[in-house]
Nanobody, 119 residues
């Protein structure tokens, strides 16, 4: 069964850092483009960052460039999101998504991990 499981969320003070991880199972991870999304309370889910299958290209929403870094380890079937200099606006549930590089209708979502930035 295809599965994505996020971890690494928690409570962090403003200016702090967190590293989220997403573990994949049940599908060929290496041929999936991977992304992180987030959803803050009362807001729609928004895209955060993506990394292509093979890891040759990354992309970020402009407001997070320089603070967030997405990476993948195909040997471990994981994708990570390093988040630095966090602020209260980063408080959200963070979701991992995998989409097949060739068949875009094939995609999987994790259940999310909560990130709370507060003093």
């Amino acid at each position: 069964q295809e599965q994505l499981v996020e971890s690494g969320g928690g409570l962090v003070q403003p200016g702090g850092s967190l590293r989220l991880s997403c573990a994949a199972s049940g599908f060929v991870f290496s041929v999936y483009d991977m992304s992180w999304y987030r959803q803050a309370p009362g807001k729609e889910r928004e895209w955060v960052a993506s990394i292509t299958s093979g890891g040759n290209s990354t992309d970020y929403v402009d407001s997070m460039k320089g603070r967030f870094t997405i990476s993948r380890d195909d040997a471990k079937n994981t994708v990570a999101l390093q988040m630095n200099n966090l602020n209260s606006e980063d408080t959200a549930v963070y979701y991992c998504k995998g989409r097949h590089f060739a068949y875009s209708r094939i995609e999987y979502w994790g259940r999310g991990t909560q990130v709370t930035v507060s003093s």
